[in-house]
């Protein structure tokens, strides 16, 4: 089985792919690349997308590079391959990303990416550092994770999910912000999971193992 870690020069892609390759290795879950070929994503058995920066630059860097962002499609939607977008990597997934400019998205999740605005001033946005997820549905990623388990977030905007039922788990940030989403063959996590030690490694074993 081979996973592909897309690069496509929007984030380091250097402790993702780690995590990823450990607990590869411990699941006998096969091969990890990073890689910036179209031809191994369309191959892939599963799809990783990792995200840092402005929604709008992510996507034009995706669709910008070497025909990844046709092959990922080809991957996904076409051959029904387990795929996760980590941080921006999962908001690309959203209808519209309101980041600097309307950008359109993948549009498999259906909402729209906006600025976090919590409730309480004192808060700060950036959203940076841990937080506790709130399972909302049950899913075979979250295989041994409870509500109350925390993972390590690093974002200023958030997505708002059209459908309640594709909102899978949230975090509690002076208001509702999204932490895992999904439908079908896809999943996308807000958080880093590479960054989110034990639940973070366990969550990533479980999408290694999901069979969707």
Not at 96 to 104: A, N, V
Request: hydrophobic share 40%; proline share 5%.
């Amino acid at each position: 089985m081979l996973t592909a870690l897309i690069d496509y020069e929007s984030g380091n892609l250097h402790s993702a792919h780690k995590a990823f390759e450990r607990m590869a290795r411990e699941g006998d879950a096969g091969e990890v690349v990073v890689t910036s070929d179209a031809d191994t994503v369309a191959r892939a058995d599963r799809v990783v997308l990792p995200g840092d920066g402005a929604f709008p630059a992510c996507m034009a860097a995706l669709k910008g590079t070497g025909g990844l962002y046709d092959a990922m499609i080809e991957a996904v939607e076409a051959r029904g391959r387990p795929f996760l977008g980590i941080c921006v990597g999962m908001q690309l997934m959203a209808s519209w990303g309101r980041e600097y400019e309307d950008t359109r998205g993948l549009d498999w999740i259906g909402g729209e990416v906006t600025r976090i605005v919590p409730s309480d001033p004192t808060l700060k946005v950036p959203h940076m550092g841990w937080n506790d997820l709130i399972l909302d549905a049950p899913h075979p990623v979250f295989d041994g994770i409870s509500t109350g388990d925390h993972t390590y977030f690093v974002h200023s905007y958030h997505m708002a999910v059209t459908d309640p039922a594709q909102r899978l788990a949230h975090v509690d940030y002076a208001s509702d912000v999204t932490a895992v989403i999904g439908r079908d063959n896809m999943l996308g996590m807000q958080f880093h999971p590479e960054k989110s030690q034990t639940t973070g490694l366990r969550l990533i074993s479980n999408f290694l193992a999901w069979r969707p």
